[in-house]
Nanobody
Framework: QVQLVESGGGLVQPGGSLRLSCAAS????????MGWYRQAPGKQRELVAS???????NYADSVKGRFTISRDNAKNTVYLQMNSMKPEDTAVYYC???????????????WGQGTQVTVSS
């Protein structure tokens, strides 16, 4: 199967920056889109940003101009650079990948375990 491991979460002050990373590993045949979602307490999980294998990007309106998603296809890794952070960015951030494993040979969604991001003074 495919495993996603996130890193880079933590505590940051308002206006500060964090960079999240997510590396995919395992029985990977190919990876299509990759993305970041977040879930704040009491709220539904929402898309933050996504990027296709061809590097087309999509952002939630709330993060446009502040967050940048990128990926390194050679490393099967996706990044989220978060700048000018706000308290409302506080959430658990989850990495997602649409991937085909060599085991099942079907396109599936895979998720990371989540990393906590807290924006507070």
């Amino acid at each position: 199967q495919v495993q996603l491991v996130e890193s880079g979460g933590g505590l940051v002050q308002p206006g500060g920056s964090l960079r999240l990373s997510c590396a995919a590993s395992g029985s990977i045949f190919s990876i299509n889109a990759m993305g970041w979602y977040r879930q704040a307490p009491g709220k539904q999980r929402e898309l933050v940003a996504s990027i296709t294998s061809g590097f087309s990007t999509n952002y939630a309106d709330s993060v446009k101009g502040r967050f940048t998603i990128s990926r390194d296809n050679a490393k099967n890794t996706v990044y989220l650079q978060m700048n000018s952070m706000k308290p409302e960015d506080t959430a658990v951030y989850y990495c997602n990948a649409e991937a085909i494993s060599t085991v099942r040979l079907t396109l599936q969604d895979y998720w990371g375990q989540g990393t906590q991001v807290t924006v507070s003074s």
